[in-house]
């Protein structure tokens, strides 16, 4: 079974510039997650989506990033305009988590690496 | 507010046993999961914890005091492929999955 997949693995743009990313959950996963993570730090949720619905974007900064996810499978995550402090890695998971009676696991994708400069 | 506190830094002995300590502080709890992640790769999945009590997955097992809001990650008979950065999260009432901001774990021959 294929894994989560993102695109692309790394990307260098510069600031002012947009970028977009782009995640392929496992199948039958409802949930959905965009983390950032930035160097020595753990993941932090940008937005988390179950189907198609953006259930927790409280920490998506929406003046410069969107995210979408049509017909409840693949996710795209935005950034315009990009800025030097958005160098980072931004991070997508999938799940099948059931309210609690499940194993709790995320699966993640490989990430995308971004440079902005 | 939301906080996770684990050690930055740990060092052992190839061979030796570590503990990673976890204290939590979140709004809602479902349970405590632990994660691995090396150097440019993904984060991947330990052990999952939402009941008081001590899991064991082979050589990791991983213990949750839900009274005491603390958890920790044990490995034993440590490997050099174990060095890695390694992660406690929270689940919260929502399915929402909220990180610490890691252990980098170093091993030594």
């Known amino acids: 079974e294929a894994g989560v997949v993102q695109s692309p693995r790394y990307k260098i743009i510069e600031k002012k510039q947009p970028v977009a990313f782009w995640c392929n959950p496992i199948s039958g996963h409802n949930t959905l997650y965009w983390y950032l993570q930035n160097l020595g730090q753990g993941p932090e949720l940008l937005i988390r989506y179950e189907n198609e619905e953006a259930v927790d974007d409280s920490q998506l900064p929406k003046d410069r990033f969107s995210a979408e996810r049509l017909k409840g499978v693949d996710s795209t995550l935005k950034i315009q305009p990009a800025e030097l402090g958005d160098s980072a890695v931004y991070l997508c998971?999938?799940?099948?988590?059931?309210?609690?009676?499940?194993?709790?696991?995320?699966?993640f994708g490989e990430g995308s690496r971004l440079t902005v400069l | 507010g939301q906080s996770l506190e684990q050690p930055s830094e740990v060092t052992a002995v190839e061979g030796a046993i570590v503990q990673i300590n976890c204290t939590y502080q979140?709004?809602?709890?479902?349970?405590l999961s632990w994660y691995q992640q090396h150097d440019g790769g993904a984060p991947t999945f330990l052990s999952y914890?939402?009941?008081?009590g001590l899991e064991e997955t082979g050589r990791f097992s991983s213990f949750l005091s839900r009274s005491d809001s603390y958890g920790y990650l044990l490995l034993q008979e440590l490997q050099m492929k174990d060095s890695a950065s390694y992660f406690c999260a929270v689940r919260d009432g929502g399915d929402k999955i909220i990180f610490g901001k890691g252990t980098r774990l170093h091993i030594l021959p």
């Open positions: 979140t709004s809602g709890f479902y349970g």
């Open positions: 914890n939402a009941l008081d």
């Open positions: 998971a999938s799940s099948s988590l059931a309210g609690g009676f499940d194993t709790g696991e995320l699966f």
